[in-house]
């Protein structure tokens, strides 16, 4: 199992950042996802789920209304539309399907600063 996030970088407060996540080793199309994300000296937390369908999603309060995740079952891929991003959203952000697989990609770096 094997997970490849991408996409991250730094952004002013207010801006947007759209994550991918591409997906190998098992049959994506049959598992649910989720994004989590962990900041310096906190502990990995959850920010978003999606079904294998990509119909039903949910997502941490902290980040609802403002996150959005999506999928594309032919591509192998999740994506994390990030909007409105503020400080205390920059973390390493990483994907891994439902149930959590025991094997995590290097994640990507969302920084977010004036």
């Known amino acids: 199992v094997k997970f490849v996030e991408s996409g991250g970088g730094l952004v002013q407060p207010g801006g947007s950042l759209r994550l991918s996540c591409v997906v190998s080793g098992y049959i994506f199309a049959a598992f649910g996802m989720s994004w989590y994300r962990q900041a310096p000296g906190k502990e990995r937390e959850w920010v978003a789920r999606i079904d294998s369908t990509g119909y039903r999603r949910t997502y941490a309060e902290s980040v609802k209304g403002r996150f959005s995740m999506s999928r594309d079952n032919g591509k192998n891929t999740v994506y994390l539309q990030m909007n409105s991003l503020k400080p205390e959203d920059a973390a390493v952000y990483y994907c891994?399907?439902?149930?959590?697989?025991?094997?995590w990609g290097q994640g990507t770096q969302v920084s977010v600063s004036s």
């Open positions: 891994n399907r439902q149930p959590t697989s025991a094997s």
